[in-house]
Protein backbone atom coordinates (compact mmCIF):
# COMPACT_ATOMS: atom_id res chain seq x y z
CA UNK A 1 0.00 0.00 0.00
CA UNK A 2 1.45 3.28 -0.85
CA UNK A 3 1.64 5.93 1.55
CA UNK A 4 0.28 9.44 1.41
CA UNK A 5 1.90 11.84 -0.56
CA UNK A 6 5.17 13.57 1.68
CA UNK A 7 4.37 17.02 1.36
CA UNK A 8 0.57 16.65 2.61
CA UNK A 9 -0.68 18.49 5.09
CA UNK A 10 1.57 21.49 3.50
CA UNK A 11 0.30 24.43 2.06
CA UNK A 12 1.76 27.07 -0.11
CA UNK A 13 0.93 30.98 -0.68
CA UNK A 14 1.77 31.38 -4.11
CA UNK A 15 2.10 34.89 -5.46
CA UNK A 16 4.70 33.40 -8.32
CA UNK A 17 4.15 33.54 -11.69
CA UNK A 18 5.23 33.26 -14.97
CA UNK A 19 8.50 30.78 -15.11
CA UNK A 20 10.56 29.51 -12.31
CA UNK A 21 8.31 30.11 -9.24
CA UNK A 22 5.00 28.18 -10.65
CA UNK A 23 7.64 25.71 -12.07
CA UNK A 24 8.74 25.16 -8.18
CA UNK A 25 5.29 25.07 -6.94
CA UNK A 26 4.07 22.24 -9.33
CA UNK A 27 6.83 20.46 -8.27
CA UNK A 28 5.72 21.06 -4.66
CA UNK A 29 2.04 20.25 -5.61
CA UNK A 30 2.78 16.59 -7.47
CA UNK A 31 4.03 15.55 -3.64
CA UNK A 32 1.03 16.57 -2.20
CA UNK A 33 1.66 20.05 -1.28
CA UNK A 34 -1.59 22.47 -1.48
CA UNK A 35 -0.55 25.31 -3.52
CA UNK A 36 -2.79 28.49 -3.53
CA UNK A 37 -2.40 30.77 -6.65
CA UNK A 38 -2.95 34.18 -5.56
CA UNK A 39 -4.32 35.87 -9.10
CA UNK A 40 -6.35 38.72 -10.46
CA UNK A 41 -8.25 39.76 -13.61
CA UNK A 42 -7.40 43.10 -13.28
CA UNK A 43 -3.88 42.28 -14.38
CA UNK A 44 -3.64 38.17 -15.66
CA UNK A 45 -0.88 36.17 -14.92
CA UNK A 46 1.69 36.28 -18.25
CA UNK A 47 1.15 32.67 -18.95
CA UNK A 48 -2.44 32.90 -19.11
CA UNK A 49 -1.56 35.61 -21.95
CA UNK A 50 0.78 33.37 -24.37
CA UNK A 51 0.37 30.70 -26.49
CA UNK A 52 -0.19 28.00 -27.58
CA UNK A 53 -3.75 28.08 -27.17
CA UNK A 54 -5.89 25.27 -27.30
CA UNK A 55 -7.73 24.77 -30.92
CA UNK A 56 -5.44 28.20 -31.90
CA UNK A 57 -8.16 30.51 -29.95
CA UNK A 58 -6.77 32.79 -27.38
CA UNK A 59 -7.75 33.52 -23.79
CA UNK A 60 -6.99 33.55 -20.51
CA UNK A 61 -8.26 30.26 -19.95
CA UNK A 62 -6.90 28.30 -23.02
CA UNK A 63 -3.11 28.75 -22.82
CA UNK A 64 -0.94 25.01 -22.97
CA UNK A 65 1.88 26.89 -21.38
CA UNK A 66 0.13 28.54 -18.75
CA UNK A 67 -2.15 24.71 -18.06
CA UNK A 68 1.26 22.36 -18.32
CA UNK A 69 2.91 24.64 -15.27
CA UNK A 70 -0.10 24.67 -12.50
CA UNK A 71 -1.70 21.34 -12.54
CA UNK A 72 -2.86 20.15 -9.11
CA UNK A 73 -3.07 24.19 -7.92
CA UNK A 74 -5.96 26.08 -6.40
CA UNK A 75 -6.49 29.74 -7.60
CA UNK A 76 -7.95 32.52 -6.30
CA UNK A 77 -8.96 36.00 -7.73
CA UNK A 78 -8.09 38.27 -5.09
CA UNK A 79 -7.22 42.37 -6.00
CA UNK A 80 -3.94 42.98 -3.96
CA UNK A 81 -4.36 47.01 -5.09
CA UNK A 82 -7.51 46.68 -2.70
CA UNK A 83 -6.67 47.93 1.18
CA UNK A 84 -8.91 44.95 2.13
CA UNK A 85 -6.99 42.60 0.43
CA UNK A 86 -4.07 42.13 2.79
CA UNK A 87 -6.13 41.60 5.23
CA UNK A 88 -7.70 38.69 3.81
CA UNK A 89 -3.83 37.74 2.95
CA UNK A 90 -2.80 37.49 6.35
CA UNK A 91 -5.68 35.50 7.11
CA UNK A 92 -4.08 32.95 4.59
CA UNK A 93 -0.35 32.98 5.47
CA UNK A 94 -1.71 32.41 9.07
CA UNK A 95 -2.86 28.82 7.97
CA UNK A 96 0.24 28.58 5.20
CA UNK A 97 3.17 27.00 6.00
CA UNK A 98 5.34 28.44 2.88
CA UNK A 99 4.86 31.84 1.04
CA UNK A 100 6.36 32.44 -2.46
CA UNK A 101 6.90 34.99 -5.15
CA UNK A 102 9.35 35.61 -7.74
CA UNK A 103 8.86 39.55 -8.32
CA UNK A 104 10.83 42.18 -8.95
CA UNK A 105 12.65 42.76 -5.71
CA UNK A 106 10.44 45.28 -3.55
CA UNK A 107 6.89 44.19 -4.67
CA UNK A 108 5.96 42.60 -1.86
CA UNK A 109 7.28 45.07 0.66
CA UNK A 110 4.80 47.80 -1.15
CA UNK A 111 2.19 45.60 0.12
CA UNK A 112 3.97 45.20 3.71
CA UNK A 113 4.45 41.46 2.73
CA UNK A 114 8.22 40.92 2.70
CA UNK A 115 9.70 38.67 4.76
CA UNK A 116 10.13 41.12 7.90
CA UNK A 117 6.12 41.27 7.93
CA UNK A 118 5.28 37.67 6.98
CA UNK A 119 7.52 36.60 9.81
CA UNK A 120 5.81 38.60 12.57
CA UNK A 121 2.11 36.91 11.19
CA UNK A 122 3.60 33.73 10.95
CA UNK A 123 6.73 32.84 12.59
CA UNK A 124 7.92 29.60 11.29
CA UNK A 125 7.01 30.86 8.10
CA UNK A 126 9.43 29.43 4.92
CA UNK A 127 9.22 32.62 2.84
CA UNK A 128 11.07 32.39 -0.83
CA UNK A 129 12.13 34.89 -2.70
CA UNK A 130 13.47 34.77 -6.15
CA UNK A 131 14.88 37.95 -7.23
CA UNK A 132 16.66 37.61 -10.75
CA UNK A 133 20.09 38.94 -9.22
CA UNK A 134 19.58 38.58 -5.82
CA UNK A 135 18.99 41.29 -3.15
CA UNK A 136 22.10 42.88 -2.65
CA UNK A 137 24.80 44.08 -5.47
CA UNK A 138 25.06 46.94 -8.03
CA UNK A 139 22.08 44.67 -10.09
CA UNK A 140 19.70 43.94 -7.40
CA UNK A 141 17.00 45.98 -9.24
CA UNK A 142 17.23 44.50 -12.31
CA UNK A 143 14.43 42.28 -13.77
CA UNK A 144 14.64 39.69 -16.01
CA UNK A 145 13.08 36.08 -18.23
CA UNK A 146 14.67 33.08 -18.59
CA UNK A 147 15.80 34.13 -22.07
CA UNK A 148 17.75 37.49 -20.38
CA UNK A 149 19.05 34.93 -17.70
CA UNK A 150 20.32 32.29 -20.31
CA UNK A 151 22.20 35.65 -22.23
CA UNK A 152 23.54 37.00 -18.45
CA UNK A 153 25.04 33.80 -17.76
CA UNK A 154 26.74 32.43 -20.89
CA UNK A 155 24.57 29.76 -21.88
CA UNK A 156 23.74 31.98 -25.29
CA UNK A 157 27.25 32.38 -25.56
CA UNK A 158 28.33 28.49 -26.20
CA UNK A 159 25.30 27.87 -28.04
CA UNK A 160 25.39 27.28 -31.93
CA UNK A 161 27.79 27.34 -34.13
CA UNK A 162 31.40 28.78 -34.12
CA UNK A 163 30.74 31.07 -37.11
CA UNK A 164 27.13 32.52 -36.37
CA UNK A 165 25.86 34.54 -33.54
CA UNK A 166 24.57 33.05 -30.16
CA UNK A 167 21.09 31.31 -30.62
CA UNK A 168 20.46 30.23 -26.79
CA UNK A 169 18.51 26.62 -26.24
CA UNK A 170 15.29 28.11 -28.12
CA UNK A 171 13.57 27.57 -24.42
CA UNK A 172 13.91 29.70 -21.22
CA UNK A 173 15.99 26.97 -19.77
CA UNK A 174 16.74 28.25 -16.34
CA UNK A 175 12.77 28.84 -15.73
CA UNK A 176 12.63 25.43 -16.40
CA UNK A 177 15.57 23.42 -14.93
CA UNK A 178 18.09 25.05 -12.92
CA UNK A 179 16.05 27.65 -11.05
CA UNK A 180 13.10 25.54 -10.17
CA UNK A 181 14.94 22.70 -9.07
CA UNK A 182 17.18 24.46 -6.79
CA UNK A 183 14.46 26.16 -5.11
CA UNK A 184 12.39 23.22 -4.53
CA UNK A 185 15.76 21.28 -2.97
CA UNK A 186 15.74 24.87 -1.07
CA UNK A 187 12.01 24.36 0.17
CA UNK A 188 12.06 20.57 1.37
CA UNK A 189 15.55 21.15 3.43
CA UNK A 190 13.78 24.06 4.89
CA UNK A 191 10.88 22.27 5.66
CA UNK A 192 12.77 19.61 7.18
CA UNK A 193 15.06 22.34 9.64
CA UNK A 194 11.26 23.74 10.93
CA UNK A 195 10.59 19.89 11.75
CA UNK A 196 13.75 19.35 13.69
CA UNK A 197 13.77 23.04 15.23
CA UNK A 198 10.25 25.00 14.86
CA UNK A 199 11.93 27.43 12.83
CA UNK A 200 10.64 28.78 9.58
CA UNK A 201 13.58 30.75 7.61
CA UNK A 202 13.93 33.27 4.27
CA UNK A 203 15.12 31.42 1.64
CA UNK A 204 16.51 33.94 -1.50
CA UNK A 205 16.94 32.44 -4.87
CA UNK A 206 19.56 34.39 -7.41
CA UNK A 207 17.52 33.19 -10.30
CA UNK A 208 21.07 34.25 -12.44
CA UNK A 209 23.19 32.05 -9.76
CA UNK A 210 21.09 29.24 -10.21
CA UNK A 211 21.60 29.26 -13.64
CA UNK A 212 25.21 30.27 -13.56
CA UNK A 213 25.63 27.04 -11.71
CA UNK A 214 24.87 24.43 -14.41
CA UNK A 215 27.94 26.14 -16.38
CA UNK A 216 31.41 24.49 -14.18
CA UNK A 217 32.87 23.78 -17.19
CA UNK A 218 33.69 26.80 -19.22
CA UNK A 219 34.34 28.89 -16.18
CA UNK A 220 36.32 26.43 -14.66
CA UNK A 221 38.48 26.55 -18.15
CA UNK A 222 38.83 30.06 -17.86
CA UNK A 223 39.86 30.16 -14.26
CA UNK A 224 42.27 26.93 -14.88
CA UNK A 225 43.75 27.78 -17.68
CA UNK A 226 42.42 31.30 -18.68
CA UNK A 227 40.87 30.12 -21.60
CA UNK A 228 37.19 31.04 -23.38
CA UNK A 229 35.45 28.04 -24.48
CA UNK A 230 33.65 28.91 -27.68
CA UNK A 231 30.81 28.23 -29.64
CA UNK A 232 30.79 24.24 -30.93
CA UNK A 233 27.42 23.68 -32.70
CA UNK A 234 27.19 20.06 -32.09
CA UNK A 235 30.80 18.98 -31.45
CA UNK A 236 32.15 17.48 -28.32
CA UNK A 237 35.86 18.54 -27.06
CA UNK A 238 36.31 14.49 -26.24
CA UNK A 239 34.14 12.67 -29.03
CA UNK A 240 34.28 12.42 -32.49
CA UNK A 241 31.82 11.79 -34.62
CA UNK A 242 29.77 13.91 -32.34
CA UNK A 243 26.76 15.53 -34.44
CA UNK A 244 23.84 15.69 -35.50
CA UNK A 245 23.43 14.34 -39.71
CA UNK A 246 20.47 14.38 -41.69
CA UNK A 247 18.93 11.23 -43.09
CA UNK A 248 16.11 10.17 -45.64
CA UNK A 249 13.24 12.40 -45.26
CA UNK A 250 12.22 16.18 -44.80
CA UNK A 251 13.83 17.70 -41.85
CA UNK A 252 14.67 14.19 -40.28
CA UNK A 253 18.37 14.13 -38.34
CA UNK A 254 20.24 11.76 -36.44
CA UNK A 255 22.30 12.03 -33.45
CA UNK A 256 25.52 10.13 -33.29
CA UNK A 257 28.40 10.42 -30.67
CA UNK A 258 31.88 8.22 -30.52
CA UNK A 259 33.92 8.21 -28.13
CA UNK A 260 36.12 5.66 -28.26
CA UNK A 261 38.16 3.92 -30.78
CA UNK A 262 36.11 0.57 -30.05
CA UNK A 263 32.77 2.41 -30.74
CA UNK A 264 34.58 3.92 -33.87
CA UNK A 265 34.88 0.34 -34.74
CA UNK A 266 31.52 -0.69 -34.02
CA UNK A 267 30.47 2.49 -36.03
CA UNK A 268 32.29 1.00 -38.86
CA UNK A 269 30.76 -2.13 -39.18
CA UNK A 270 27.43 -0.48 -39.11
CA UNK A 271 28.46 1.14 -42.09
CA UNK A 272 30.29 -1.90 -43.60
CA UNK A 273 33.49 -0.49 -43.34
CA UNK A 274 33.85 1.62 -46.35
CA UNK A 275 37.65 1.96 -47.30
CA UNK A 276 37.38 6.03 -46.14
CA UNK A 277 36.62 4.89 -42.47
CA UNK A 278 40.41 2.98 -42.39
CA UNK A 279 42.12 6.49 -43.55
CA UNK A 280 44.67 7.16 -41.25
CA UNK A 281 43.27 10.46 -40.33
CA UNK A 282 40.53 8.56 -38.71
CA UNK A 283 42.36 5.41 -36.87
CA UNK A 284 42.78 6.90 -33.50
CA UNK A 285 40.40 9.55 -31.91
CA UNK A 286 43.16 12.56 -31.77
CA UNK A 287 42.71 11.71 -35.58
CA UNK A 288 39.46 12.05 -35.88
CA UNK A 289 38.87 15.09 -33.56
CA UNK A 290 41.89 17.00 -36.27
CA UNK A 291 39.35 16.21 -39.12
CA UNK A 292 36.36 16.73 -37.92
CA UNK A 293 34.93 18.74 -41.08
CA UNK A 294 35.88 15.61 -43.59
CA UNK A 295 34.63 13.59 -41.22
CA UNK A 296 30.97 14.82 -40.76
CA UNK A 297 30.79 15.12 -44.42
CA UNK A 298 31.67 11.32 -44.96
CA UNK A 299 29.45 10.31 -42.28
CA UNK A 300 26.36 12.81 -43.79
CA UNK A 301 26.94 11.32 -46.64
CA UNK A 302 26.55 7.72 -45.43
CA UNK A 303 23.50 8.81 -42.96
CA UNK A 304 21.32 10.38 -45.90
CA UNK A 305 20.80 7.06 -47.39
CA UNK A 306 19.14 5.73 -44.74
CA UNK A 307 15.84 5.97 -42.43
CA UNK A 308 16.30 8.04 -38.89
CA UNK A 309 14.57 5.49 -37.01
CA UNK A 310 15.92 2.34 -38.93
CA UNK A 311 19.40 3.66 -38.65
CA UNK A 312 18.83 4.53 -34.79
CA UNK A 313 18.08 0.77 -34.48
CA UNK A 314 21.25 -0.40 -36.25
CA UNK A 315 23.31 1.42 -34.45
CA UNK A 316 21.94 0.76 -31.09
CA UNK A 317 22.29 -2.69 -31.59
CA UNK A 318 25.79 -2.43 -32.38
CA UNK A 319 26.51 -0.52 -29.00
CA UNK A 320 26.86 3.13 -30.53
CA UNK A 321 25.13 5.77 -29.41
CA UNK A 322 23.00 7.46 -31.40
CA UNK A 323 19.29 9.24 -31.42
CA UNK A 324 16.84 10.27 -34.05
CA UNK A 325 16.41 14.11 -33.43
CA UNK A 326 12.45 13.68 -32.90
CA UNK A 327 9.96 16.57 -33.31
CA UNK A 328 7.13 17.48 -31.10
CA UNK A 329 4.93 15.13 -32.78
CA UNK A 330 7.31 12.35 -32.13
CA UNK A 331 7.43 13.55 -28.54
CA UNK A 332 4.08 12.62 -27.83
CA UNK A 333 3.76 9.59 -29.77
CA UNK A 334 6.68 7.81 -28.31
CA UNK A 335 6.02 4.23 -27.52
CA UNK A 336 8.48 3.93 -24.91
CA UNK A 337 7.04 7.23 -23.09
CA UNK A 338 4.01 5.99 -23.93
CA UNK A 339 4.56 2.47 -22.49
CA UNK A 340 6.10 4.26 -19.28
CA UNK A 341 3.09 6.77 -18.54
CA UNK A 342 5.25 10.07 -19.00
CA UNK A 343 2.04 11.36 -21.15
CA UNK A 344 -1.38 11.98 -18.86
CA UNK A 345 -4.74 13.47 -20.07
CA UNK A 346 -6.90 15.51 -18.16
CA UNK A 347 -10.12 17.36 -18.62
CA UNK A 348 -10.29 21.18 -18.49
CA UNK A 349 -13.05 22.67 -17.86
CA UNK A 350 -11.92 25.22 -20.90
CA UNK A 351 -10.04 23.28 -23.35
CA UNK A 352 -11.10 19.76 -22.77
CA UNK A 353 -9.00 16.59 -22.70
CA UNK A 354 -5.88 18.17 -22.78
CA UNK A 355 -2.21 16.72 -22.31
CA UNK A 356 0.13 16.94 -19.34
CA UNK A 357 3.85 15.66 -18.93
CA UNK A 358 4.00 13.17 -15.56
CA UNK A 359 6.43 13.90 -13.45
CA UNK A 360 10.20 12.15 -14.73
CA UNK A 361 10.98 11.11 -11.15
CA UNK A 362 9.19 7.58 -9.90
CA UNK A 363 8.96 7.17 -6.27
CA UNK A 364 7.80 3.67 -5.17
CA UNK A 365 6.07 4.06 -1.61
CA UNK A 366 5.27 8.16 -2.25
CA UNK A 367 5.14 8.81 -6.02
CA UNK A 368 4.00 12.31 -7.57
CA UNK A 369 0.76 12.62 -8.99
CA UNK A 370 -0.61 14.94 -11.38
CA UNK A 371 -4.82 14.55 -10.79
CA UNK A 372 -6.12 17.79 -11.50
CA UNK A 373 -5.98 20.33 -14.90
CA UNK A 374 -4.46 23.97 -14.34
CA UNK A 375 -6.98 25.82 -12.58
CA UNK A 376 -9.41 28.17 -14.23
CA UNK A 377 -8.78 32.08 -12.80
CA UNK A 378 -10.53 32.58 -9.65
CA UNK A 379 -12.11 29.12 -9.57
CA UNK A 380 -11.47 28.33 -6.27
CA UNK A 381 -11.69 31.34 -4.74
CA UNK A 382 -15.02 31.08 -3.11
CA UNK A 383 -13.49 27.28 -1.92
CA UNK A 384 -10.79 28.80 0.26
CA UNK A 385 -12.71 31.52 1.85
CA UNK A 386 -15.09 29.18 2.86
CA UNK A 387 -13.19 26.17 3.69
CA UNK A 388 -9.74 27.02 4.75
CA UNK A 389 -10.40 30.75 6.38
CA UNK A 390 -14.03 30.29 7.43
CA UNK A 391 -15.53 32.68 6.04
CA UNK A 392 -19.49 33.17 5.91
CA UNK A 393 -21.28 33.16 2.18
CA UNK A 394 -22.62 36.88 2.82
CA UNK A 395 -18.93 37.65 3.74
CA UNK A 396 -17.94 36.20 0.79
CA UNK A 397 -20.23 37.90 -0.92
CA UNK A 398 -19.37 41.54 0.53
CA UNK A 399 -15.80 41.00 -0.45
CA UNK A 400 -16.80 40.64 -3.78
CA UNK A 401 -18.92 43.32 -4.25
CA UNK A 402 -16.21 45.72 -3.08
CA UNK A 403 -14.23 44.24 -5.83
CA UNK A 404 -11.64 42.43 -3.29
CA UNK A 405 -11.79 39.55 -4.66
CA UNK A 406 -12.81 38.51 -8.28
Given at each position: ???????E????????????????????????????R????T????????????????G????????????????????M?????????????????????N???????????????????????????????G????????????????????????????D????G??????????????????????????????????????????A?????????????N????E?????????????????????????????N??????????????T??????????????????E???????????????Q?????????????????????????????????????????R???????????????????A???????????V??????????????????????
Open positions: MLSKRPLGIRVCDFSWVGAGPYTTRLLAEYGAEVILETKRPEILRLTGPYKDGIPIERSGYYSNRNPNKKSIDINKHPKARNLVIKLIKVSDIVINFTLGTMEKWNLGYEDVKKIKPDIIYVTMPTQSTGPHRDFMGFGATMSALVGINYLTGFPKEPFTGTNYPDHVPNPAHTAFAITAALWYRRKTGQGQLIEVAQTETLAVLPTATMTYAAGTILRMGTRDLNAAPHGVYATQGRSRWIAIAVFDDEWERLKNVMGNPWADSEMYITLAGRLANQDLDRMMEAWTQQHEAYLMELLVKAGVRAGVVQNSKDLLEDPHLHERGYWIYLNHPMMRHVYNNSPVRLTRTPAQISPAPLLGEHTDELREILGFKEQEIIGLREEKVIG
